[in-house]
């Protein structure tokens, strides 16, 4: 039995991990998140030292607290050496080896999901490998995506990504714990990853680049990568610049006048409050992102950087975790905060609302009498879809929402109805065609053939086979 002790910090809204190992003494972490208060609770629950902090990569889907958490503790802060970064760090190669009190890191070059990416091997005092830390590499069941250097390096990186995950099975112990950061949901995953716990032998059974030739990886891989949030670009030069400590002090207040000024003056302001919520009664003009998972990955895909960001919510503590969510992707300081009744926060400027109904609402008003939009991604879409719907993926809306109709009752869906909640918002609030009447499908897509829709034809084919 190891006398290692890990832990994992979850974050769900972004389906990425970070990890705790301590000797009982001294604690190495691995990938924080920004809001690196949950790091320092767990150690100082744990009765820790953290004396080494560890990057597998330059993260794409958030911002790192590795620096601060390093700062704060004075622990050694591990990056890539071959990284270039705007601040004094330990940097760190293949062929290094750490001592971190009884326990031994040595990092594995593992490149694919970034040219620079490092997976550390944890050994125990024994000198017995217990544990990979595999970053964006091997991920349960999956590997991280290739594409988010650029569309030139992608096929050079995804044979790169083939051959580490393949190295790390030859070279680690089989019972060896693997450890991804990526995989949870998180879009930096090249495919949907499997399980919550895994082990080098059963990656080298189940794992996409141990079971395929490397042809076949590398086509598949590429053939299946989608869009991913447009936030992503702001995350590495962020992270090699070195990210400012957080600031999750409370917005400053803002009144109904004040809210109205800003909605008219066309600035974000984001209603936290349940999807159904929002719909019974909401601000003119604002803009429905509930706080729910995914909330931050939504928001950052289609919130543009730099603007001024207002929050609206049931209660401070709302707005408290949704500061939370924002900081991780970089959105640092909203400019305000409205919490409240929500007829309060209203003023004499009133509220605007919408119907909700489901797949079987909108198969008892006829599919055919309406225009159906389908906010999913493409694959989702090609996976199957109603007949006769148009089809306008959430993050493409904004550029091409002239392309839904104002003279037909508009109903929106997508695969739960938090996505199609934000485009049934973003539509209301289009300054260019007020006035559409507009219906929110808050239904699972898994309902829509039970509720007697017509599906299109190629996916009654499938479902045939």
Do not use: K
Request: with cysteine; glycine share 10%; hydrophobic share 40%.
């Amino acid at each position: 039995m190891t006398d290692i002790d890990i832990r994992t910090l979850g974050t769900p809204g972004l389906g990425d991990r970070s990890y705790l190992a301590t000797d009982g003494t001294t604690a190495l972490v691995v990938d924080p998140q920004r809001d690196i208060d949950r790091v320092l609770d767990l150690a100082a629950e744990l009765g820790v030292t953290i004396a080494c902090v560890a990057e597998t990569h330059f993260h794409n889907d958030y911002v790192s607290g590795g620096l601060e958490l390093a700062r704060r503790t004075g622990a050694v802060y591990l990056v890539d050496a071959r990284d270039r970064v705007a601040f004094d760090r330990t940097p760190a190669s293949e062929g290094d080896e750490f001592a971190v009190g009884a326990m031994l890191l040595r990092p594995i070059a593992t490149p694919g999901h970034t040219h620079h990416h490092l997976s550390y091997a944890l050994a125990d005092s024994t000198g017995a490998t217990v544990a990979v830390f595999t970053g964006g590499s091997m991920l349960h069941g999956s590997t991280g995506r290739t594409d988010l250097i650029s569309a030139e390096d992608t096929v050079e990186l995804t044979h790169a990504q083939y051959h580490s995950v393949r190295r790390l099975v030859a070279e680690l112990p089989a019972d060896a714990a693997v450890l991804p950061t990526h995989g949870f949901g998180s879009f930096c995953s090249a495919t949907p990853t499997s399980g919550d716990a895994s082990t080098v032998a059963e990656q080298a059974r189940v794992n996409p680049a141990m079971t395929q030739d490397e042809q076949d990886f590398v086509d598949t891989l590429i053939a299946g990568l989608g869009a991913y949030p447009a936030y992503y670009v702001h995350m590495g030069p962020a992270n090699a610049a070195g990210p400012a400590p957080v600031d999750l002090s409370a917005p400053e207040p803002v009144d109904p006048a004040e809210l109205r000024r800003r909605i008219a003056a066309g600035q974000w302001v984001v209603d936290l409050r349940s999807r159904t919520a929002f719909a019974a009664g909401h601000l003119p003009r604002s803009l429905s992102f509930e706080l729910a998972r995914p909330f931050a990955t939504y928001l950052g895909w289609l919130f543009p950087y730099g603007a001024a960001l207002t929050l609206v919510g049931d209660d401070p503590e709302q707005v408290a975790r949704a500061q939370r969510e924002l900081v991780r992707i970089g959105i640092d300081r909203p400019s305000g905060a409205a919490t409240g009744e929500i007829t309060e926060l209203a003023g004499d400027g009133g509220l605007a609302s919408y119907p909700v109904s489901d797949f079987a609402g909108l198969a008892a008003r006829g599919q055919d009498e309406v225009f159906v939009l389908d906010t999913r991604t493409e694959a989702e879409r090609r996976a199957g879809h109603l007949a006769g719907s148009a089809h306008v993926p959430l993050h493409q809306l904004p550029a091409r929402r002239h392309e839904v109709p104002t003279d037909r009752q508009v109903w929106v869906h997508c695969g739960s109805g938090y996505r199609a909640s934000v485009a049934v918002s973003l539509l209301a609030a289009d300054p260019t065609r007020p006035g559409r009447d507009l219906v929110l499908v808050d239904d699972d897509w898994t309902r829509a053939a039970g509720a007697g829709l017509r599906l299109a034809d190629t996916v009654r084919a499938t479902a045939a086979h």
